[in-house]
């Protein structure tokens, strides 16, 4: 199945740095979400964007749905530790009612001390 | 509110052996979802249902995988029998048409499954 391609694939950072990653896909979507998945545990939705152009903020995290509706950017802004792990973007189409999800490859971020 | 929950959060078994993974939904979402998490990869649906009935298991591995949900609330996912290739994290996920968030889906913590 496709997976929606993710750059950059991994991140090393210092505390309190800004950190922007994104996700482009050959194909349209609906609605975009940016999910965060610690170690052993599921993925956490951070953001919801649904209109293209849509630029939308939740804390220190903002996101935009890019407007081919094909791509789609997180951005973090101060970094903190708890920050640490692996972020994926998801896109949502919907066929007759039916709602399919489709992921990213994930970017893994990891903080320096 | 309670989350998604999913138990066992770990399981190993040998390869050719049977093994079930259950999930409760959050209360009230009529959707549940199965997605397969291989190490180092996005998670990947495997098969969808909407209340009691199948919506979606288009990339299930039918030959090898089961799953059911037949009161539309808790749901379990089968493999018989396991491969090596099947050891990955199970996610089960529900959402809600009246969610705040339309279209979003929520996860439990997954099952580690390790085949040797």
């Known amino acids: 199945g496709q997976q929606l391609n993710q750059s950059p694939q991994s991140m090393f950072i210092q505390e309190g740095e800004d950190v922007s990653m994104n996700c482009t896909s050959s194909s349209i979507f609906n609605t975009w979400l940016w999910y965060k998945q610690d170690p052993g545990e599921g993925p956490v939705l951070l953001i919801a964007?649904?209109?293209?152009?849509e630029l939308t903020s939740n804390g220190r995290l903002t996101a935009q749905f890019g407007i081919t509706r094909k791509d789609s950017f997180l951005n973090i802004s101060a970094s903190i530790p708890s920050d640490v792990g692996i972020y994926f973007c998801a896109g949502l189409k919907t066929n007759f009612g039916n709602e399919k999800l489709t992921f990213g490859t994930g970017t893994r971020l990891t903080i320096i001390p | 509110e309670a989350g998604v929950a999913q138990s066992p959060r770990y399981k190993i078994i040998e390869k050719r052996q049977s093994v079930a993974f259950w999930c409760n939904p959050i209360?009230?979402?009529?959707?549940l979802y199965w997605y397969q998490q291989i190490l180092g990869q996005g998670p990947k649906l495997l098969i969808q249902?909407?209340?009691?009935?199948?919506?979606?298991d288009s990339q299930l591995p039918k030959d090898r995988f089961s799953a059911e949900r037949l009161k539309g609330v808790d749901s379990t996912l089968k493999i018989q029998p396991a491969k090596l290739e099947d050891s990955a994290v199970y996610l089960c996920?529900?959402?809600?048409?009246?969610?705040?968030?339309?279209?979003?889906?929520?996860f439990g913590p997954g099952t580690r499954l390790t085949v040797l």
């Open positions: 964007l649904y209109k293209a152009g």
């Open positions: 996920a529900s959402s809600s048409g009246t969610s705040s968030f339309p279209g979003a889906q929520y």
């Open positions: 209360s009230g979402h009529a959707t």
């Open positions: 249902f909407q209340n009691n009935g199948v919506v979606d």
